[in-house]
Each structure stands twice: as C-alpha cells, then as structure tokens.
C-alpha cells in the first residue's frame, strides 16, 4: 500500500511539472505572437523572440543564426541568455565538408523540420557547440528551421538545463512556434521587396 502511495505521489509531481513545462510554453508562444504583430523589422523580431523564449518560456539560451542569400554560412543576427555568446562564436555552415556538418542545428537547416536533442552530452563529441553547451550545463536543446518561400534561411535555437525537456507535446508547441516565426518572416521579406521596387520606380 505504501508503495502505492509514493507511486502515486511521485505521478502526481511528474504531471504537475509537465503542465508547468507545457504553460511556459503556451506562455512563449502567446508573447511571440503578440511580438509578431507589433514588430516588422526583422532583426528586431529576432532580438524579441530571443528575450521572450528565456524570460517567458524559461529557456536559459536562446539565438537565431540566419542564411544570407548565396551563402552557406549561418549568420547569427541575436541572442539572449547566459552563455550566448559562446554559443554564437561557434561557426556554423550547410556545407558538407564542414567539421560540424552532422549536428542539430544543421540537421534542421537542411531538412526543414525541427530536431531535438534531450541528451546533449550524447552528441558533444561530435560537433563542439554540444560541448560548449554541456559546459555551460544545458541538457537539451532544439533547433527551429526558419522558413521564406518554402527555403530554409535561419534557424532558432533554444538550450535549457532541464533533461529531456522536449517531449512530444512541446515539440508541437515548437512547430507552431517556428511556423508563425516563418509566417511573419515571410511578411517582412515581401514588404521590404515590394518598399524597393517602389523606392526604384521613383
């Protein structure tokens, strides 16, 4: 019976923290959201996700490296968190002879489609930006393809010390999120298109 009891407790803990977990993130997409609407300039998009994925979803890093068109190197363009700035020295390229060519955030650029880590430390030895994430002591992370005109041009990529933070019902948070993110990005590039096209016809 007293088994039974701890049993149950220890359930009841585990659904609580996951009802936690998963109203941070509702919380991070709502304040995206909110962001995305007020804000139309890219880099400044950029910089507010950032700022809402740690203080509202209580991620501990998050940044967002950015394709430059012609290019194959990942650009970061912001980042927000303790440890970000290690994390974004890190170079990154879509090239296939690149030393950290198998690893998350490549593997989303490539593929188009979210990729999870819950055991950094399972890939630190083979792509450095795993290792310095482990040092700062993040156990997970995911990286968010950011999409324009169905190509992928930038990635968001969030880091938490929790272990296996992102379950099955995050994950789908996080496809929403980097489904809007795109949405707006989408928006940004054609109106800053269609504002030179104007700016040339005058």
Same mark, same amino acid.
């Given at each position: 019976?007293?088994?039974?009891?701890?049993?149950?407790?220890?359930?009841?803990?585990?659904?609580?923290?996951?009802?936690?977990?998963?109203?941070?993130?509702?919380?991070?997409?709502?304040?995206?959201?909110?962001?995305?609407?007020?804000?139309?300039? %890219?880099?400044?998009?950029?910089?507010?996700?950032? %700022?809402?994925?740690? #203080?509202?979803? #209580?991620?501990?890093?998050?940044?967002?490296?950015?394709?430059?068109?012609?290019? =194959?190197?990942?650009?970061?363009?912001?980042?927000?968190? #303790?440890?970000?700035?290690?994390?974004?020295?890190?170079?990154?390229?879509?090239? =296939?002879?690149?030393?950290?060519?198998?690893? @998350?955030? *490549?593997?989303?650029? %490539?593929?188009? /489609?979210?990729?999870?880590?819950?055991?950094?430390?399972?890939?630190?030895?083979?792509?450095?930006?795993?290792?310095?994430?482990?040092?700062?002591?993040?156990?997970?992370?995911?990286?968010?393809?950011?999409?324009?005109?169905?190509?992928?041009?930038?990635?968001?990529? +969030?880091?938490?010390?929790?272990?296996?933070?992102?379950? *099955?019902? #995050? +994950?789908?948070? @996080?496809?929403?999120?980097? /489904?809007?993110?795109?949405?707006?990005?989408?928006?940004?590039?054609?109106?800053?298109?269609?504002?030179?096209?104007?700016?040339?016809?005058?």
């Amino acid at each position: 019976a007293l088994e039974g009891f701890i049993w149950d407790i220890t359930e009841r803990k585990n659904q609580e923290q996951k009802i936690a977990r998963l109203n941070r993130v509702y919380a991070l997409l709502h304040e995206i959201n909110n962001a995305i609407v007020r804000i139309h300039d %890219r880099d400044a998009l950029f910089w507010e996700t950032c %700022r809402i994925a740690v #203080e509202h979803g #209580e991620l501990d890093v998050a940044w967002i490296g950015y394709l430059e068109a012609g290019s =194959s190197d990942l650009v970061p363009m912001a980042h927000y968190g #303790e440890g970000s700035e290690q994390l974004i020295r890190n170079p990154h390229s879509i090239r =296939s002879d690149d030393p950290g060519y198998q690893c @998350m955030i *490549n593997d989303a650029l %490539r593929e188009k /489609r979210v990729v999870v880590r819950n055991d950094l430390a399972a890939e630190a030895y083979v792509h450095s930006e795993s290792a310095i994430a482990v040092s700062l002591g993040y156990q997970s992370g995911i990286a968010i393809p950011l999409l324009v005109d169905k190509q992928c041009v930038g990635v968001l990529v +969030l880091y938490t010390a929790a272990a296996k933070f992102f379950t *099955n019902d #995050e +994950l789908q948070l @996080m496809n929403e999120l980097g /489904r809007d993110l795109s949405f707006a990005l989408n928006f940004i590039e054609k109106e800053v298109f269609w504002i030179l096209i104007r700016m040339f016809e005058l």
